[in-house]
């Protein structure tokens, strides 16, 4: 059978759209692989100013260690800018010694720690100072007056 002339116009479109979508193709490919590369020198040119960040916060980093152990031998050097160790104003006899199993502390002295708060609303209560539940520790230890 002999070719008509609309099967040759549609022969010949199938070939131009052929050509055309390789074409098209070929220009995708193209762009594709060029944003691959723009991408990798982003990241390289990234990577080189986080590296150049990196070893800036090192440098400063170990500038302030050193800063710190300069002080720290400073500080143990001289005793005169430690802070003054002063007692505990309130001290509480063996007879108001804490002798509960809770936690499993037995038979506590003040005398190696500071009294507890349920020890000190005790002497309060002796003492008859007013207000003394609604104290916290510290106020409880200012307001008790040692035994004299």
């Known amino acids: 059978m002999a070719q008509t002339k609309t099967t040759k116009k549609k022969t010949?479109?199938?070939?131009?759209?052929?050509?055309?979508?390789?074409?098209?193709?070929?220009?995708?490919?193209?762009?594709?692989?060029?944003?691959?590369?723009?991408a990798r020198s982003a990241v390289a040119h990234s990577s080189k100013k986080l590296r150049k960040r990196a070893d800036k916060l090192a440098k400063e980093s170990e500038e302030l260690s050193a800063a710190h152990a300069a002080a720290t031998r400073r500080a143990d050097a001289s005793p005169s800018l430690r802070a003054p160790q002063t007692p505990s104003p309130v001290t509480v006899d063996?007879?108001?010694?804490?002798?509960?199993?809770?936690?499993?502390?037995?038979g506590r002295t003040s005398a190696h720690s500071s009294p507890t708060l349920v020890e000190l609303r005790a002497r309060a209560k002796e003492q008859k100072i007013t207000g003394y539940y609604r104290m916290n520790k510290a106020t409880l230890m200012a307001a008790i007056t040692p035994p004299s």
């Open 12 to 38: 010949a479109k199938k070939k131009d759209t052929k050509k055309s979508s390789e074409k098209a193709a070929k220009k995708a490919l193209s762009r594709a692989k060029r944003a691959v590369r723009e």
């Open 94 to 106: 063996a007879s108001h010694a804490d002798t509960s199993p809770r936690n499993g502390r037995t």
